[in-house]
């Protein structure tokens, strides 16, 4: 199953996954950075994203962290 890395981009600080995670396609990685950006967006607000890499270092999809809706 092949590694993919998940990078995490808040304002000019950027935290590079260290081992990445199995998913079985790209797909899989995207949905896992989409959830992750939604998680984070609830904490941090705008101004970052989760960036999926490849084992080779190529970038194939990036999630935006985007501030949560008010909840009532």
Known sequence: ??????DICIDRDVVLDPGGLP???PVGAAAAA??????LSRRHGPGGWIRVRT???DEIH?????PA???P
């Not at 199953?1 to 998940?6: A, D």
């Not at 990036?62 to 985007?66: G, Q």
Request: net charge negative.
């Open 62 to 66: 990036r999630s935006v962290i985007n």
């Open 55 to 57: 084992a080779s270092g």
């Open 23 to 25: 998913f079985e396609g």
């Open 34 to 39: 989409d959830e992750m950006a939604r998680a």
């Open 1 to 6: 199953m092949p590694r993919f890395f998940l």
């Open 69 to 71: 809706p008010d909840m």
